[in-house]
């Protein structure tokens, strides 16, 4: 086969003898001795011939180039026969469009490699010798990048116009967004009635450890096409921006984040340990020119410069901007004094920046933390999802490992291509129906449970409260502390964790002149057993006469790891005991006595769900009972022996550690009888379905049994109090009776006694939270329904862009470069007619803002 080129498939007249116009001079490939003897055909191996790598196979074909006076050159010749050269000078291997296309669609799809994807073509042309096929990995890895930044150029009309590109224009960014002069309207015209955080930039910060880049072999070579022009951040600009910045790593004061950590991370000769950058909250899709890389860490200085390039994309107009981060109550606190410290950070002037903790991010955090930070209690950030960025990660994790050894060019390309086409995909797909239909499932629902809070709430009482939910959200911004109102104000006693701790750091418990070390820790894994075995006995007391062999299994096994943790702290007790302690000294069987929470009976109904004691885990019981062993504390050996072995100084040390643990059981004992009441209420509201209703039983009874085992844990605390003839604490922690389990439905009552304090206080917060939660459902509605209209306005907008193409140039354009303007108009109008649809269909209310 002979393919002819610029004359509509004929030869072209200068040529004459078409087979003696080659330059002789060029050296004929010679093929390994061993190859089979097909390979050596003259019209393989024949310099007239041209490897086309096609997505059918790789060819050997002849190419006839136009030798005409005026013709173009070989390279563009291929370039109209829809051929990409390898070489541009004398090529002589040449990529089909489609195999280009390919390519890049089964990267972004499936993660393939260049490398793969070549073998499967190799494996096409030869499934015997596909080893033989010549390899073009190389090249097809070197054209794939520059076909992909053509792509982009391409998409965003640079075929009409020459000028220099700017940061992040060949990016494309989140059609629901607010962007003034795009698809929203510019303060000027806005409505005032409008809130000031309808029109904010939501922004999300994560890092992704994941996506690690090696040194390059030859950085001599490497060549920059798309250089800052869509995610990944300029390299000279960031380069010097972290060579002046001053990161201190600060110890984290909230939790040991991961974050944090990794702000130390080694490099291992790595050139980047990962990336990291910003996303909107609300949409999910990646901000252009924010996406930075890591050189040891995920440090402040890092995510510093991708903040602030996001918070500068189209957001002219915009007086809020809400960043949510996993850590920002620590690194929000000096983020502004870095910013006015550095040359080459900046904020958009007037721009109040909000910061917050998505709701999947506040679990690992204090409790000040959570109250002052979750986006939960902040005004106008509605519903978010603190997560999304895990999900714009997870395509990039797929070709991360096959970008690790690339250039530093090619690998971030990719990566730009890559966010790109979720950007794409996140515009075609559509959400905001979706997201409607929870916001009007949202508000109905808490909407009924706080109206239902309120209603039997004292009328003076939610006045109070009302105005410290005013107080508090006014002064958020400057103040976050203002937000404590939202936790509970009752100062809570010492847990075991504070008492252990305070153990630790003091100089107690000499024995010889040289601290006990330890002992507070053993005594406390003591206790952690004695959890356990109530733990075990009540649910083996649950199980009744006829358990299932699963059962039997599961406690078993839990007896099993029992077990060893005892005869491991048995061990240990020698140390800490002494010589003189013999583990057979007076072993006694465990006794507890059970007591419920209310009168009502044990079960939904009332009725008693609970086996006989003596029947209890009948087909249980074997050897050993773990569950029953008492273990050599203190309390268990007796005062008197303990002065016998001379270890009086760690009775004093368990008082602490018991006294600890009671409160820990009283704190979780008020927090579930609270969570019970409103259960309670909920399970009994008749406007509730029959399906809710049975949840909030089923949700009632697991309440039950938390509460029941720590009354239980409570009262063998006070009982180890006894044994240590702690008499002044037994008149602070009173025995338990059924009537302290006591609840009501009815909400806080002003005229309360006294002792219903703590009631009420978990009232008010209760009140507080669910107020916060219907007021951010109301936000997201208000939200969705102008995102309808901005992501309406945002096609028609771009449609208009492309119309105005075709006018705006003063030299006439080429047909082709007519048709594909035209094509790329009735995209985006189709874009927005499918949308309009969709959007009238969830909410037949919508009009378009304009």
């Known amino acids: 086969m002979e393919i002819h080129l610029g004359h509509q498939g004929k030869p072209c007249p200068i040529l004459g003898d078409i087979h003696k116009w080659e330059d002789t001079n060029e050296p004929i490939h010679q093929p390994e001795e061993d190859l089979p003897t097909i390979l050596k055909l003259p019209f393989l191996n024949g310099k007239q011939c041209i490897t086309i790598v096609d997505k059918s196979r790789v060819h050997s074909l002849m190419i006839r180039f136009c030798q005409c006076p005026n013709a173009c050159t070989a390279d563009k010749q291929l370039f109209e026969m829809g051929m990409f050269p390898a070489s541009f000078t004398r090529p002589k291997t040449a990529f089909?469009?489609?195999?280009?296309?390919?390519?890049?669609?089964?990267?972004?799809?499936?993660?393939?490699?260049?490398?793969?994807?070549?073998?499967?073509?190799?494996?096409?042309?030869?499934?015997?010798?596909?080893?033989?096929?010549?390899?073009?990995?190389?090249?097809?890895?070197?054209?794939?990048?520059?076909?992909?930044?053509?792509?982009?150029?391409?998409?965003?009309?640079?075929?009409?116009?020459?000028?220099?590109?700017?940061?992040?224009?060949?990016?494309?960014?989140c059609p629901a967004c607010p962007q003034p002069s795009i698809n929203s309207p510019l303060p000027s015209d806005r409505s005032a009635d409008d809130p000031s955080w309808l029109y904010a930039r939501l922004l999300v910060m994560d890092g992704n450890f994941k996506a690690e880049h090696l040194h390059p072999t030859h950085p001599e070579d490497e060549v920059w096409l798309t250089d800052g022009q869509c995610f990944m951040v300029s390299k000279d600009q960031y380069k010097a921006h972290l060579a002046v910045a001053n990161d201190v790593v600060q110890p984290s004061e909230c939790n040991n984040h991961r974050a944090v950590n990794q702000a130390n991370a080694s490099q291992h000769k790595l050139e980047a340990t990962g990336i990291g950058g910003c996303a909107c909250a609300r949409h999910g899709c990646f901000v252009p020119h924010s996406i930075v890389d890591f050189q040891k860490g995920e440090w402040q200085m890092?995510?510093?410069?991708?903040?602030?390039?996001?918070?500068?994309?189209?957001?002219?107009?915009?007086?809020?901007?809400?960043?949510?981060?996993?850590?920002?109550?620590?690194?929000?606190?000096?983020?502004?004094?870095?910013?006015?410290?550095?040359?080459?950070?900046?904020?958009?002037?007037?721009?109040?920046?909000?910061?917050?903790?998505?709701?999947?991010?506040?679990?690992?955090?204090?409790?000040?933390?959570?109250?002052?930070?979750?986006?939960?209690?902040?005004?106008?950030?509605?519903?978010?999802?603190?997560?999304?960025?895990?999900?714009?990660?997870?395509?990039?994790?797929?070709?991360?490992?096959?970008?690790?050894?690339?250039?530093?060019?090619?690998?971030?390309?990719?990566?730009?291509?890559?966010?790109?086409?979720?950007?794409?995909?996140?515009?075609?797909?559509?959400?905001?129906?979706?997201?409607?239909?929870?916001?009007?499932?949202?508000?109905?629902?808490?909407?009924?449970?706080?109206?239902k809070l309120n209603d039997t709430t004292d009328p003076i009482m939610v006045a109070k409260w009302e105005e410290q939910d005013r107080y508090a959200h006014s002064c958020r911004v400057a103040d976050p502390s203002a937000m404590d109102v939202f936790e509970v104000q009752l100062k809570r006693a010492p847990t075991r964790k504070q008492q252990e701790l305070a153990l630790l750091s003091s100089r107690v418990g000499r024995l010889g002149g040289n601290l006990q070390r330890g002992a507070a820790t053993w005594i406390a894994s003591g206790i952690t057993i004695e959890e356990v075995q109530i733990a075990l006995t009540m649910d083996i007391r649950k199980l009744g006469r006829h358990p299932t062999e699963t059962q039997t299994l599961d406690i078993c096994r839990r007896r099993t790891k029992l077990q060893s943790?005892?005869?491991?702290?048995?061990?240990?007790?020698?140390?800490?005991?002494?010589?003189?302690?013999?583990?057979?000294?007076?072993?006694?069987?465990?006794?507890?006595?059970?007591?419920?929470?209310?009168?009502?009976?044990?079960?939904?109904?009332?009725?008693?769900?609970?086996?006989?004691?003596?029947?209890?885990?009948?087909?249980?019981?074997?050897?050993?009972?773990?569950?029953?062993?008492?273990?050599?504390?203190?309390?268990?050996?007796?005062?008197?022996?303990?002065?016998?072995?001379?270890?009086?100084?760690?009775?004093?040390?368990?008082?602490?550690?018991?006294?600890?643990?009671?409160?820990?059981?009283?704190?979780?004992?008020?927090?579930?009888?609270?969570?019970?009441?409103?259960?309670?209420?909920t399970a009994v509201c008749p406007a509730k379905s029959q399906a809710k209703s049975t949840r909030a039983w089923t949700q009632v009874h697991s309440v039950k049994q938390v509460?029941?085992?720590?009354?239980?844990?409570?009262?063998?605390?006070?009982?180890?109090?006894?044994?240590?003839?702690?008499?002044?604490?037994?008149?602070?922690?009173?025995?338990?009776?059924?009537?302290?389990?006591?609840?009501?439905?009815?909400?806080?009552?002003?005229?309360?006694?006294?002792?219903?304090?703590?009631?009420?206080?978990?009232?008010?917060?209760?009140?507080?939270?669910?107020?916060?939660l219907r007021d951010r459902w109301v936000e997201e509605l208000i939200l969705v329904e102008h995102e309808m209209g901005w992501t309406l306005e945002f096609f028609l907008f771009k449609a208009s862009m492309w119309l105005t193409r075709l006018t705006s140039n003063s030299e006439a354009l080429p047909e082709g470069h007519k048709c594909y303007a035209i094509r790329q108009a009735h995209m985006y109008q189709e874009l927005a007619k499918h949308a309009q649809a969709g959007f009238i269909k969830t909410n037949p209310t919508f009009r378009p803002i304009s």
């Not at 506040?362 to 960025?389: L, N, P, W």
């Not at 075609?428 to 508000?443: D, H, V």
């Not at 005892?566 to 507890?592: M, P, Q």
């Not at 074997?622 to 504390?633: A, N, Q």
Request: proline share 3%; charged share 25%; with cysteine.
């Open 96 to 173: 089909t469009f489609p195999v280009l296309d390919g390519f890049a669609l089964d990267n972004l799809e499936c993660g393939t490699s260049a490398m793969n994807y070549y073998n499967k073509l190799r494996r096409m042309t030869s499934s015997i010798f596909p080893h033989l096929v010549l390899d073009l990995y190389r090249e097809l890895m070197r054209v794939a990048q520059q076909w992909r930044q053509l792509k982009l150029l391409k998409w965003n009309g640079f075929g009409y116009e020459r000028r220099r590109l700017t940061s992040g224009e060949l990016a494309l960014f």
């Open 302 to 451: 890092n995510m510093d410069y991708a903040l602030c390039h996001a918070l500068s994309h189209h957001t002219d107009g915009l007086s809020q901007a809400f960043t949510f981060y996993d850590v920002n109550c620590q690194y929000n606190k000096h983020f502004q004094h870095r910013v006015s410290e550095s040359l080459y950070l900046s904020l958009p002037s007037g721009m109040e920046i909000i910061p917050g903790i998505g709701l999947w991010h506040v679990h690992g955090h204090q409790d000040k933390c959570y109250v002052r930070y979750a986006s939960t209690f902040i005004t106008g950030a509605a519903r978010i999802d603190g997560e999304i960025m895990e999900t714009l990660w997870a395509p990039l994790n797929i070709i991360s490992p096959a970008a690790r050894g690339m250039s530093t060019p090619h690998q971030q390309e990719c990566l730009d291509y890559q966010m790109n086409d979720f950007n794409f995909m996140k515009m075609i797909r559509g959400f905001l129906c979706r997201k409607y239909k929870e916001a009007i499932k949202g508000i109905t629902e808490s909407a009924s449970a706080f109206d």
């Open 565 to 681: 943790r005892i005869d491991e702290f048995t061990i240990v007790a020698a140390i800490h005991l002494g010589e003189g302690f013999d583990v057979d000294d007076d072993i006694r069987d465990l006794h507890l006595d059970f007591i419920d929470d209310d009168s009502e009976g044990n079960g939904i109904d009332g009725s008693d769900t609970e086996s006989d004691p003596e029947a209890d885990g009948r087909q249980l019981r074997d050897s050993f009972y773990p569950e029953k062993i008492v273990i050599p504390l203190p309390s268990n050996i007796g005062v008197a022996r303990c002065g016998e072995l001379g270890v009086e100084h760690l009775i004093g040390q368990e008082i602490a550690l018991q006294e600890g643990q009671a409160n820990d059981a009283l704190q979780a004992i008020r927090m579930h009888l609270a969570d019970k009441a409103v259960l309670f209420h």
């Open 707 to 772: 509460i029941r085992l720590n009354t239980m844990i409570y009262m063998k605390c006070r009982a180890q109090l006894g044994n240590l003839e702690a008499h002044g604490l037994l008149n602070k922690y009173l025995r338990m009776e059924k009537s302290h389990l006591k609840t009501t439905a009815a909400m806080a009552d002003p005229n309360a006694r006294v002792s219903s304090d703590w009631m009420n206080e978990f009232y008010r917060v209760h009140w507080l939270r669910t107020k916060a």
